[in-house]
């Protein structure tokens, strides 16, 4: 009786003091806590005893029904939120963020337009590289030797293409940063163009209690904001180590600026409404004909919706910060995971996006070179290694460095607290691969069968030139891949034939065999020289009913 008394004198005290005259309040925000596509601002300001106080001028993305506020020495007897619109007139704003996309646009195209000629320049010395080689083979089939002057000209092509990577990625990072700025500027644009009003919202606090003057603090969510994970893969020039780096790319156009405040990155979803689905009722009916169309004769689809939804799985909600080495202190949260950025950072509205850097791992990789030459001819290398953090790896992009050299961009999965997992590590210097259709022929069915064969025979040619990861002896091994085509009638027969090596019978590739009729060879290619393999496919049918061939999907 005596709380439900206290409530009532304090909601009939809230009441007659919101009609009062407003004290207004300097406030400043201090922290922010980015969600994936939304954030927290807690901002502070200070209040002298009883009153009603106004904090003016809040954004127009704050949500209403988000702001909480607190008061440790008092109460806070009640709170009202009020939307009000400014005029503004953007005129010169607009003309000003328009001259400045007019010369970012003109220092992309100029960027561009150096990519394509870096990129030309690349694929020049990708040719000089496999000419070389070419004719360092005629050469010693030949019996003439020229191991210096070879020696000299690989230098040369393998310093010109490290240049040629390294003026690549400054540049890459060059276009990457100012296209982001470009999307921040014709957001602003977007913003102001058309617009002469802007919404604002003020807050009312009622306080009561406190006869000394203390911290109030604001709390309230905004849209058009958010972050996503980056990492970059450091290979060492050994292809034994790793370094993976956690950052976060922070943007928003929320309509107020970040100011040096303190910044939690985190991995929960306040957007989503906290109610979970209600069980529908499911229906089981014998097929009627007669309802199988409507009045009309159009077609009647039956659905079925499934509305139910789990609990995000854990791999989905952060990764790991690595509090223990000067990084990030991690926060677990029940379901979700926040990462507190150290030291304080500034994110302006509409300005370029922030990157911070949460932490990093070092992790023990295992190394191999594989291609998939149906696809693409080109050789690269990946990297296995464990997650070994406190936390799941979001999925997001990742720039991948072997060395000092930047080799382009990939994406990695999410990856859970000791799973392991494959990384892209670029392709490979040195090692190419040929692959030349050597037969392609049918025959008919003979006077005893009904039987036609197709046949197509491949010879794969891989030649090391010298690579960074190699065994004592120069020699490489490459995993390659081939897909044979997996038949959907009883009536197709798919062989493989003509091999000059056996598939490999490992563990890891016994799955694909079975279910999707992948192939797998493990080849050793020595050092300045090559290794041929050879193989032909041959499929059997019907003579009467051709084979057509699809690839991807489903059967």
């Known amino acids: 009786m005596k709380n439900t008394t206290l409530c009532l004198v304090l909601c009939l005290f809230a009441a007659e003091a919101l009609a009062q005259e407003p004290r207004e309040l300097d406030s400043s925000i201090t922290e922010v806590t980015v969600y994936p596509s939304s954030a927290r601002v807690l901002r502070r300001a200070r209040v002298d005893g009883d009153g009603v106080y106004l904090l003016r001028g809040l954004p127009g993305e704050l949500e209403p029904d988000s702001v ?25 704003r607009i003309e000003k963020l328009r001259a400045t996309r007019q010369r970012l646009a003109r220092r992309l195209e100029e960027g561009y337009g150096s990519m394509t000629v870096l990129e030309q320049r690349g694929k020049h010395l990708d040719v000089l590289l496999a000419s070389t080689a070419r004719a360092q083979r005629l050469a010693l089939a030949e019996g003439r030797v020229e191991i ?51 919404p604002i919202h003020d807050v009312l606090v009622k306080v009561a209690g406190s006869a000394r003057a203390q911290d109030l603090e604001v709390a309230y969510i905004v849209g058009r904001a958010g972050w996503r994970p980056l990492y970059d893969i450091r290979c060492d020039a050994a292809g034994k180590r790793v ?36 069980l529908l009722q499911l229906w089981a009916s014998l097929f009627d004909p007669r309802r199988a169309t409507g009045a009309d004769g159009s077609s009647i689809r039956a659905s079925l919706e499934v509305a139910l939804e789990s609990e995000p799985a854990l791999s989905s909600l952060g990764y790991s910060g690595g509090a223990d080495d000067g990084y990030s202190q ?117 006077f005893f069968s009904g039987t ?39 009536g197709v027969e798919v062989k493989l034939t003509g091999l000059s090596h056996a598939p490999s019978k490992a563990e890891r590739w016994r799955k694909d065999a079975e279910e999707f009729s992948f192939q797998t060879w493990e ?4 050092l300045h020289g090559e290794t041929e393999l050879r193989f032909a496919i041959t499929v059997e049918h019907p003579e009467s009913q051709p084979v057509s061939y699809r690839e991807g999907g489903t059967q």
């Open 330 to 446: 991690v926060l677990e949260e029940g379901l979700s995971v926040r990462f507190v950025v150290p030291g304080t950072d500034s994110v302006e509205s509409g300005g370029s996006s922030t990157t911070v850097e949460v932490g990093k791992q070092e992790l023990a990789v295992r190394t191999e070179y594989f291609c998939v030459p149906r696809q693409d001819t080109t050789v690269w290398l990946r990297g296995h290694a464990k997650n070994e953090g406190r936390w799941p790896i979001l999925a997001g992009s990742a720039s991948v460095f072997f060395g000092e050299d930047y080799l382009g961009q990939a994406e990695l999965g999410e990856i859970a607290v000791g799973q392991r997992f494959s990384m892209p590590l670029g392709a490979a210097d040195g090692i190419t691969c040929e692959r030349i259709k050597t037969a392609d022929f049918l025959e008919g069915a003979s």
């Open 243 to 278: 370094t993976l780096v956690y950052r976060g790319e922070i943007s928003q156009v929320s309509g107020e600026d970040w100011q040096g405040v303190r910044l939690l990155l985190s991995s929960a979803q306040p957007e989503r409404s906290a109610r979970g689905p209600d």
């Open 452 to 490: 036609a064969t197709e046949t197509e025979a491949w010879r794969l040619t891989f030649a090391n030139q010298g690579s960074a990861i190699h065994s004592g002896d120069g020699s490489v091994r490459v995993v390659v891949r081939e897909a044979l085509p997996r038949p959907t009638d009883d």
């Open 148 to 198: 210096a002057a070879w020696q000299a000209r690989q230098r040369f092509i393998a310093d010109s293409m490290r240049t040629n990577r390294r003026l690549r990625r400054d540049l890459q990072w060059t276009q990457e940063d100012l296209e982001a700025e470009r999307i921040a500027l014709d957001l602003d644009l977007e913003g102001h163009i058309g617009r002469t009003a802007v």
């Open 68 to 92: 909480r506020v607190r008061l440790k020495g008092g109460f806070v007897a009640g709170v009202e939120v009020q939307r009000r619109v400014v005029d503004q007139s953007p005129l010169e």
């Open 523 to 526: 080849l050793q290619v020595p």
